[in-house]
């Protein structure tokens, strides 16, 4: 069974950074994309950042400059640096695993983050 699990979200104040991190287990396929989706408040869960399994990027327009998303060598694990993060950066972010023979999407239960002074 696929589990993600989700930790380092919290609270921090506008300027700040935080770094979250996606454990990962059961995985016994490769893994196409990994990375982060977030839903703020009211909104629909939309993407965050992702890397392929060649090191490929790709963020959020809002993102791009301030978020770094990596994996270990195993890729059993990913994470995102948030750098200067700013109220709208408020959402729960949610660890995604796509599976790179059938597609299928995995999903963790997310985790808080909140900006605010």
């Known amino acids: 069974q696929v589990q993600l699990v989700e930790s380092g979200g919290g609270s921090v104040q506008p300027g700040g950074s935080l770094r979250l991190s996606c454990a990962t287990s059961?995985?016994?396929?490769?893994?196409?994309?990994m990375g982060w989706y977030r839903r703020r408040e009211g909104k629909q869960r939309e993407l965050a950042a992702v890397?392929?399994?060649?090191?490929?990027?790709r963020y959020a327009y809002d993102a791009k400059d301030r978020f770094t998303v990596t994996t270990d060598t195993a890729r059993t694990m990913v994470f995102l640096q948030m750098d200067r993060l700013t109220p709208e950066d408020t959402a729960v972010y949610i660890c995604?695993?796509?599976?790179?023979?059938?597609?299928?999407?995995?999903w963790g239960q997310g985790i808080q983050v909140t900006v605010s002074s």
């Open positions: 890397i392929t399994a060649t090191g490929n990027t």
């Open positions: 995604n695993v796509v599976s790179a023979g059938s597609g299928n999407n995995y």
């Open positions: 059961g995985i016994d396929f490769r893994t196409n994309l």
